[in-house]
C-alpha cells in the first residue's frame, strides 16, 4: 500500500513511502547494487514532522 510523505522536494515532486497502514513496515532501498528492495520495519527520526532516512523514501516519477 502507498503512503505519500507529507514533503515536497525543491523540484515539486513528492516524496513517498511504500508502507503498511499503519505505516510501521515497509520497502527499504538496497546499499548493494545488485541487492532487491527490502521489505522490513522503517526507522523513524523522532521529529515533528517525521522523518525517514534516504533509502525509505522514494520518488515516483510516472513515465510518458
Do not use: C
Not at 500500500?1 to 505505516?23: C, G, Q, S, V, W
Not at 523513524?44 to 533509502?55: E, G, H
Amino acid at each position: 500500500m502507498k503512503h505519500k510523505y507529507d514533503r515536497e522536494t525543491e523540484d515539486n515532486k513528492y516524496e513517498e513511502l511504500i508502507t503498511t497502514p499503519d505505516r510501521t513496515s515497509g520497502w527499504v532501498a538496497p546499499t548493494e547494487i545488485d541487492e532487491q528492495i527490502a521489505y522490513r520495519p522503517l526507522i523513524v527520526m523522532p521529529t515533528f514532522p517525521p522523518r525517514y532516512p534516504p533509502n525509505e523514501v522514494f520518488q515516483i516519477t510516472k513515465v510518458e
